[in-house]
């Protein structure tokens, strides 16, 4: 048996998120549909670095399986995508051994959050960006920003769905680049947790309109509680950029 | 009865194209099912510049259609907006004279083919860009485009389904823009033959890929004959990009 991790890129939009639901079209499902396949019916497991939710998208998601069939690495990326759908890319399949996991292995990820700044209709970015058709001061988002960099208990920042005891998490960094009517926040840390990509950028956005003062950033994370944080952006503008093992 | 002239957008990806077809989606019939709507229930038909294929896009398409109902330019804007389905945008709508006619009165066209250069699947340019890997010798490509410029008869260049008799066209100009991995090529003139843009780019491709000589696309265009000229580009790199009147 061999082990081997994938880095895979999809188009969140036609998924109900990541992870096997019964009776929906998700990533992991199409992904195991698909293995199963090539081992003649046998079931395949796949393991994720994390989920994603319905119409997050990702750039670099890393996952690992295991097979015993006699291929090449470069085959498999090739077996893969001609198998999957086309919203689904197989970016590279690599020999690991067989202690490697996703998810427990992934030190840190990279998520972006991409903001369309515009007031007109744009039907080619209605599934890959938020539109943001208010004024926004950046300058005060990136003072905002600044809060949040370092080692916080982010409970206040992180779905009340959640089941995870430990909100603690490190952020090493947001960054925020413009490009034409493009705004895109980049997050680095050594994890995130449920929906807080999301919750981070709707509380920013709430201060770059003016809802909010940067001060309050300290002010929330102290709270330990969702409800003293801003809206959850929309999934259609987070994308799981890589993962750092 | 007024007149309304309309700069319209959409993501072709989910229509047959844009003329009415029974029983298809198109984007003609997206717009007069709204205009119906607003009219309670009375038909007002919709001339564009011209037709879109199945899976090509628009950024600029020019629609026009009459109204007695008492609406600012701006309102129908938002009017529009808010009943259309959201892969297409209404961008603009001013009052014009009664004797504007969004086909007979348009001048020119620029219509833009997207070409993504990479041999790594893509899930997020599938409908948008055409996805080429194998190497292109722009500059070939730009010595056989130099040809097509000026008036000449298209025949070689037009789908053998069309009825139109006269296949004389100008070209004004052809563009190459390279942008990271994406080259697109700009097409501007008084007018194009049916698939005529996505029989020029073929041919340009096979051009750049060394298997034609850029000298040839003069004897092919002395055919007038289809069969000499390229493989017909795949819809999704298209766009109607902006008519002139």
Redesign the interface.
Known sequence: MQRYKSII???GSGFSGYQVQPKKRTVQSELEAVLAKMHKGEPIKVSASGRTDAGV?AKGQVIHFDSDLPISEDKWEIAL?SLLP??????SVIKVDSSFHARFDAKGKEYHYVLQLSN?????Q?H?AYQYSYELNVEAMKEASLSLIGTHDFTSFCSARTDVEDRIRTIEKIDFLQEGEFLTLRFVGNGFLYNMVRILTGTLLEVGNGKRMPVEMAEILAKKDRRFAGKTAPAQGLYLWKVFY
Request: glycine share 0%; no cysteine.
């Open positions: 890129s999809y188009d998208h995508n086309e919203d689904i890319a197989v970016l007109k209709r744009d039907p080619f209605r890959f």
